[in-house]
């Protein structure tokens, strides 16, 4: 992706190399014996890294199409087809990048449209198996909890004026559908262990009282 340059001390055009002072296995031997200064000696490599002349060793490289490049690359005697190759390769070289940015964007595009899915998956599936934790369990406290016959019969009956139970259609439909007095007998057909309602029979009504108004008869 290295833009074609023009060495100004012996007329190179072409592409820079690296360089990087001091020796690899110097830098692998104090890494191994020696830990502190094996990352003072990476350091220092690194921060001497720059770029040269393949040819003469030189720093001194200017980018081919500028004013100085053009009076140099006339001395060196540079032909005009060799210069077209290296306009057609620094072309090149900017259209593989913009590809490869491209690729990297629609990559993380990608990665990231997954990583959402899977969050948003995983969210419903935590969400569903709660639901199904909460349905087992109070399938659990259903179970737990004796259907049949039971007598109204509560301490706090005392301290209510009409000494009577409502009966509500549901417990969320707060509508009267009857009333029950202390020692009145009823049939328990089914429990909320949400909200501890349990729906009751009479012979003349069915149903949700609150069941701390209610004890089992024994049987």
């Known amino acids: 992706m290295e833009k074609t340059l023009v060495c100004k001390s012996c007329g190179y055009l072409g592409k820079a190399k690296t360089v990087t002072k001091g020796s690899l296995g110097m830098e692998i031997v104090l890494w191994l014996f ?5 990352v003072i000696y990476s350091i220092w490599r690194l921060s001497s890294k720059h ?9 001194t490289l200017i980018p081919y199409d500028s004013p100085m490049a053009q009076k140099t690359i006339a001395e060196a005697g540079i032909t005009e087809e060799t210069l077209n190759e290296a ?3 620094d072309k090149k070289s900017s259209n593989d990048k913009r590809q490869l940015i491209k690729f990297i964007l629609i990559g993380v595009g ?7 899915i899977s ?5 419903i599936t935590a969400s569903k198996t709660d639901i199904q934790s909460q349905a087992e369990n109070q399938e659990e406290a259903q179970s737990d909890f004796e259907l049949g016959t039971y007598k109204v019969e509560s301490e706090e009956l005392a301290y209510i004026d009409s000494k009577e139970v409502r009966i509500w259609k549901s417990f969320s439909e707060r509508k009267l559908v009857g009333k029950l007095y202390e020692g009145d007998i009823v049939e328990v057909t089914s ?5 501890d309602y349990c729906q009751v029979k009479t012979e003349d009504v069915t149903g949700w009282v609150a069941c701390g108004w209610l004890k089992r008869v024994a049987k």
Do not use: Q, R, W
Request: glycine share 8%; with cysteine.
């Open 191 to 195: 429990h909320d262990p949400e909200n």
């Open 110 to 116: 990608v990665v990231y449209g997954i990583s959402l």
């Open 51 to 59: 770029k040269a002349c393949p040819k003469c060793g030189n720093t």
């Open 119 to 123: 969050s948003i998956i995983s969210d």
């Open 87 to 89: 306009k057609e390769a």
């Open 34 to 38: 020696f830990i502190f200064p094996g």
